[in-house]
């Protein structure tokens, strides 16, 4: 980690200006978030073996909930913070870089989070989880805790300390596997125990931030710039990347919760959400790409460095596609044998079905690498309207009557919605990218 530590100064570049320290830091955290997502994927496989149905089901809805409230109330300050350190380091602004706004929009966020929570502690029990005051708690909890997690992760992605990134995350998925495994070894027992690890989970990834401060190179100039991220700025990116996040989490964790409201049956929410895995376990190790590409880029712009911004962009979505097309070969051949072999239920997956949810999944991670272009282009207003009307057009299709089985509706709808997604994006970044050199010219 130590190489991580050390930031890729402006002044070491590659070809075509590229910070040399770019490839590497992307590989490092790529195979943290790997490893990452192969942990998250284990605590789901192993508390599916632990839980009975229902309980399992919960633990599912648990997460859904979960993510998609961290995801969008947090991820737009990771994002703003990433990209504006980034940027302003590749300006030779190496100090003091402006985090006020930032924390503010965070401690924002998070307070009314917590406001909102607990007016309606009454509808999330009884509603959500069938009266269990255990997991409304760890929810908050968990919540709260992941404000300060995310504000790490844009505080390390900015400064492209990629290893330390890397290590937040993996230490988050591998204490929270191991409140999973202790119910599987009898150490503790029960939901409640399994639920635990993802409020515990966020806390256990802050150790890291220390040791990366520490490592932080001493400053030889610390003379504040005037260039500050003003609060209406830096809100209106934040707002902007938060309609991204409610839209992407619509996409990942709408058809589980419209099937729980739904369906007769309360273990098919918990199949649903099994498939969806086959999309999120590959999102979740993106990240990797995400938090290396958008201060990568956000530098690039800052440099004029046209040619290497496409080529990042192009060299990203061909990988995405190899990526996308080898795991759908792969459910077609084997997929209802994995996935019976990774989760206790009794219940068989269609191979085409999960083939169609690997083929949204390669458009779904396409969409995120156009999106990461138009963030740092300043285009997060348009891309957030590509996301939303994505978003409501998977949320149409999955309460209309079209498909009857609710499974293989949520494995059409999701590979539909994500096509189209990728579809706007491709427009938003090629109008981008022709603004761009109307404007060099």
């Not at 509603?127 to 805790?145: E, R």
């Not at 273990?267 to 590959?282: D, E, K, Q, S, T």
């Not at 990461?372 to 300043?378: S, T």
């Amino acid at each position: 980690m130590d190489d991580a530590a050390r930031p890729a100064l402006s002044g070491r570049t590659g070809s075509a200006g590229a910070p040399s320290g770019y490839g590497r830091g992307a590989r490092i955290l790529s195979i943290g978030i790997a490893t990452t997502g192969l942990v998250t994927f284990a605590y789901f496989s192993v508390a599916s073996y632990v839980l009975g149905d229902a309980a399992y089901a919960q633990i599912s809805l648990l997460w859904s909930a979960l993510f998609v409230t961290v995801s969008v109330l947090y991820r737009p300050i990771e994002l703003l913070l990433s990209r504006t350190i980034a940027d302003r380091r590749a300006r030779g602004l190496e100090h003091d870089h402006p985090l006020r706004t930032p924390l503010i929009l965070q401690l924002s966020f998070a307070t009314g989070f917590l406001v909102i929570a607990l007016a309606l502690r009454g509808p999330i029990e009884d509603d959500l989880f069938d009266g269990s005051s255990t997991l409304y708690w760890i929810l908050v909890v968990a919540v709260l805790a992941y404000a300060a997690s995310y504000f790490a992760r844009g505080w390390l992605a900015g400064q492209q300390w990629f290893g330390f990134y890397g290590g937040l995350v993996f230490l988050e998925a591998l204490s929270r596997l191991g409140f999973a495994v202790a119910v599987a070894v009898g150490i503790a027992e029960g939901q409640s125990a399994v639920a635990l690890g993802m409020a515990a989970a966020p806390l256990v990834s802050l150790v890291v931030v220390p040791w990366a401060f520490s490592r932080r190179p001493p400053a030889q100039q610390r003379a504040r710039d005037a260039d500050e991220l003003g609060l209406g700025r830096g809100g209106r990116f934040a707002l902007a990347v938060l309609a991204v996040m409610i839209a992407e989490q619509t996409l990942l964790n709408a058809a589980v919760l419209l099937v729980d409201v739904t369906s007769e049956d309360a273990a098919v929410a918990g199949f649903v959400f099994n498939v969806l895995l086959i999309a999120r376990a590959p999102l979740q190790l993106f990240q990797a790409i995400q938090g290396s590409l958008l201060p990568h880029l956000a530098g690039l712009e800052a440099r004029e460095g046209r040619a290497e911004f496409s080529r990042a962009i192009r060299v990203t979505i061909l990988a995405i596609t190899g990526f996308a097309g080898a795991v759908a070969m792969g459910l077609v051949l084997i997929g209802p044998f994995a996935m019976d072999l990774l989760f206790d239920d009794a219940f068989t997956y269609g191979r085409w079905g999960l083939a169609l949810v690997a083929i949204g999944m390669g458009a779904h991670l396409a969409a995120g690498t156009l999106n990461q272009a138009a963030l740092a282009r300043d285009r997060a207003g348009t891309a957030a309207a590509a996301w939303l009307v994505s978003a409501a057009a998977f949320v149409a299709f999955m309460v209309s009557p079209l498909v009857g089985d609710e499974l293989l509706r949520t494995e059409v709808g999701y590979c539909g919605a994500a096509l189209l997604l990728c579809a706007l994006l491709t427009a938003v970044y090629r109008r981008s990218a022709a603004g761009t050199s109307t404007g060099a010219g």
